[in-house]
């Protein structure tokens, strides 16, 4: 009987202990949604009073200096959400777009190294994601997006051969994207397919602008030519949308630049004078 009883009162002990495991980890997915969604509200709560307040009293003289107080004390606040990020990391998809959203923001108020690092840090994140599955869209789309913000930044970081590294990886991230929906089972819809291919065109407009600067005009023209390519061959509406438009007229002035820098004027002048009658 007694030995009954000790096997009873053992396997009891090992239940309790499993619930409680169980409680533990519950109570550890619970922390770390609150977590989560604590950093997502006062990120937000900064991102709203530096962009939309911030931009709606600056072009009232009066109310500098307290724009200038608010943009502080919000910086102060968003540094210390970074800092408790960095000693606390969760290392998900929440923190990767956590981090690609400080960027933004610090990149909003030209702090170039903060928002450079913040995109940085980002990048690891949505790879391993990218690792883990790696026929999503998802990440792909992530990363797409994060190297196009951080090619932006680097450039300004003073450093243009990086700038069009990732201009160029950017770039990859979009191909791969469509290359996914192309191979889909089921298909992907037509919308999805469309939105893709514009993407890739941004991601060449891109290389060539960053190309251009650096000065390798053939490099730049090719680029140029390939984003308006697939601008013009995108099925309605997508074409024609407004920002398609606007992109394609902006292809054009470039092409005319660049054109004139190498000496051919009549070329420079038909690029020119169609992308201001496509103003008209």
Known sequence: IQERDEKEQARQAEEAAKILADQKRQEAVQSKIV????????????????????NKMKNDIDLAPLRLT???????DLDKIRDQMNKNPLEDLTEGTIYHRFGEIYSSLNRVKDARNSFLKAIPIFEKLLKENPNSPSPNRNLAALYKDLAAITWKYGSGNDSLNESKLSLAYCKKILQIYQQ????????DLSYAQSEI??????????????????????QYQQAQAIYQKLPLPWGQTLNARRRQLEILSHLGDI??????FTAAERYFRESMEGRE
């Open 35 to 54: 977590a989560i969604e604590q950093r997502k509200l006062a990120l937000e709560t900064v991102r709203t009073v530096v962009r939309e307040i911030d």
């Open 70 to 76: 608010l943009v502080s004390r919000m910086l102060e």
């Open 184 to 191: 889909a089972d089921p298909p992907t819809q037509e919308v």
């Open 201 to 222: 065109a941004e991601g060449h407009f891109w290389v060539a602008f960053t190309e251009m600067r650096l000065g390798n005009l053939k490099e730049a023209t090719e």
């Open 259 to 264: 054109a004139a820098r190498q000496g051919r």
